[in-house]
């Protein structure tokens, strides 16, 4: 399992260079984002499904509330981006202490609560009665702070945190500690692991992942509203890309972003029609033959994927 | 007056509903003593195992480990002070190598400098040719060579092992009971749930009879097979409710 740091640098330092160049060659830059977006979301959500086992089926929530603590931050404190973006990690963690207690589920159970803490704070946040402070379902212009370079370079600078933090995930003692709670937590009790420290630890690192992502989405696209932050296909998405590429590994979620959503906006170019079909028929191919997602395909034959 | 047992359990009452798993259960072991844990399918021995280890808190009593109560203690905690134990069906971390399953314990659990180094470990248990090997290919009896070798890493001086016998060929069971004996003439306590007698007279010192949540014998398990009450209890258990 424990690898070199070259071997992380050499998945994340092209996949970085490329995203850093491609706007110079590219000029749909928003579907670019989109990509960055969504590769921080996966490996987001595979900090904590990867490592941990739990699904949060309510990832979005964490991506919402880190969209609207960057707007708020702007809207009502005037914030630099900078600090909002700060603030949008915090609205992200602190949403996560509150759902800490979800973690005494499992299964079904804890995907279910999570997507429903999620809808409550989007009923919250879209509240009409609160539109003095979040807008209510009007949505919010932050035309102020637009800067779609930066904030793309920002982007791209969370990206490259996330990948270092799952590389260190996979090799630092704490990984280690957190598969084992994954594979059984009683026996991972009985080895002095510390199991629901663990688990927290994993649940904020992810929340304060996909709050950022959030952030830098409020700040890119300036102008949006509550069903756009708290779209569920966020939280469809990510795990999707992730279960693809195969979870637990930093590769994995990056395979599944750059083959799923690049087929996802090719399909929806050329044959839009049939995008929910060819989308279904790959995501029952990928249950039923790769489980474990396309990295297995390496594991399996002995391989050690980073 | 004599010194305090390692482990002294106090009236252990565990209830899961109406049902009384545990009825004020008490006994105690010594340092360096195997004490064997017998009983009919459902008399209590896991669920002592389990209240003890930590992964139940009791409802009644107490448990004493070197004259501290330790009794509704995580299990994590009670790793680092010195208590393991083994389960009944192995549980390793399956998709981590056998090496990774020691360093784990290893790392998080070792509660004093005097626990062994993980090669140490898998040298002692003939481990150290599978240490590659992801636990998952491991036989069955190799897994549970692998428990102990999880628990052993946190250097324990109470080893709680849960039916370690089950299953193991003759060869196996011979070499499993001269460990577990080597391990006790180095000073560690260990309770033994076991259904084996032979692997019993081998292995213990003593030997507490549990029946329906309660002891019903204390002492050697020559003595114990010629007590009336533990063989009507052996015999007759169905009839009589255990």
Redesign the interface.
Known sequence: ?RRGVGEYAAVALPLLAALALAPLVYSNELLLFNFIMFLILAQGLNAIYGFTGYLPFGYVGFFGAGAYGFALAVMHLDASPLLAMACAGVAALALGVVLTPLLRLSGAYFAIANLAAAQAVYQVISNPALQDITKGPYGVTLSSVFAPALSYGVALGILAATLALVAWLRNA?LG??L??IR??P??????????VRGRTIAWLLSALIAGLAGGVFAWHISVFYPETAFDLSFSIFAIVFTLFGGAATQLGPILGVLLLYGLYNVIGITVPQYFQLIYGVLIVLLVLFLPDGLASLATRRGFRVP | MSPEPLLRVERLGKRFGGFRALDGVSFHIDRGEVLGLVGPNGSGKTTCINVISGLYAPDEGNVLFAGRSVGGRKPHLLARSLINRTFQSPRPFLSLTVRENVEIAATYGRASTAAPAVDVVLERLGLAAEAARRAEDLNSAHQKLLDLARALATGPRLLLVDEIAAGLNPAELLLMADRLRALAAEGMALLVVEHLMGFLERVTDRVIVMNAGREIFDGRLAEAVRDTEVVRVFLGGAAHGG
């Open positions: 399992m003692r280690l500690a598969q084992a594979e059984d009683v026996s991972a009790a009985m080895a002095g692991v510390a199991v």
